[in-house]
T-cell receptor, first 112, second 114 residues
């Protein structure tokens, strides 16, 4: 079982709709969770992080964390073509040394 | 904003060459990381460092070494480049241990080994 799993997609969503991206993780001791956005040919950029169970909102983005079920999700409201990118889920693991473990990413396409 | 600078955007090297990839950050971050990114495999950690002259192996250290002589600079070394090391290499830094505030990435070096 991979430590961090994401649906690779591609996920296609009409412009203006809600895009929902999901991520599951295997280490129950994980404490911090991150969402990165990566445009084609560019490096990842941090867009959200969450530590506590529940929802965290930042503009059109909402991160949701459920530690009991070991999943974290990212919702993008009012999706725009500029949201088309690969979204990477990352989890702060405690395998000896603390480090971020990344999922393989979900490719999102917003259809105008 | 933290800036992480990787010295080369594109690099072509021959099999067997020794290759140096340089990374410099300008915000006095303690922690620096080297990843490679390949389609379908995501980001995989090669090496990381929490302090000057300190290094820790990541998930795929074979064929690589690192050097951190100064706090702001973290170098990745391919001792004898091979074609299976053709990849996008990403350097990152973070302020807090383990990156609990997230990592800042450099723009990446796309290395091709021929």
């Amino acid at each position: 079982q991979k430590e961090v799993e994401q649906n690779s997609g591609p996920l296609s969503v009409p412009e203006g709709a809600i895009a929902s991206l999901n991520c599951t993780y295997s280490d129950r001791g994980s404490q911090s969770f991150f969402w990165y956005r990566q445009y084609s040919g560019k490096s990842p950029e941090l867009i959200m992080f969450i530590y506590s169970n529940g929802d965290k909102e930042d503009g059109r983005f909402t991160a949701q964390l459920n530690k009991a079920s070991q999943y974290v999700s990212l919702l993008i409201r009012d999706s725009q073509p500029s949201d088309s990118a690969t979204y990477l889920c990352a989890v702060l693991s405690n395998f000896g040394n603390e480090k971020l473990t990344f999922g393989t990413g979900t490719r999102l396409t917003i259809i105008p | 904003d933290v800036k992480v600078t990787q010295s080369s955007r594109y690099l072509v090297k021959r099999t067997g060459e020794k290759v140096f990839l340089e990374c410099v950050q300008d915000m006095d971050h303690e922690n620096m990381f080297w990843y490679r990114q390949d389609p379908g495999l995501g980001l995989r950690l090669i090496y990381f460092s929490y302090d000057v002259k300190m290094k820790e192996k990541g998930d795929i250290p074979e064929g690589y070494s690192v050097s951190r002589e100064k706090k702001e600079r973290f170098s990745l070394i391919l001792e004898s480049a091979s074609t299976n090391q053709t990849s996008m290499y990403l350097c990152a830094s973070s302020l807090s241990p383990g990156g609990s505030n997230g990592y800042t990435f450099g723009s990446g070096t796309r290395l091709t080994v021929v």
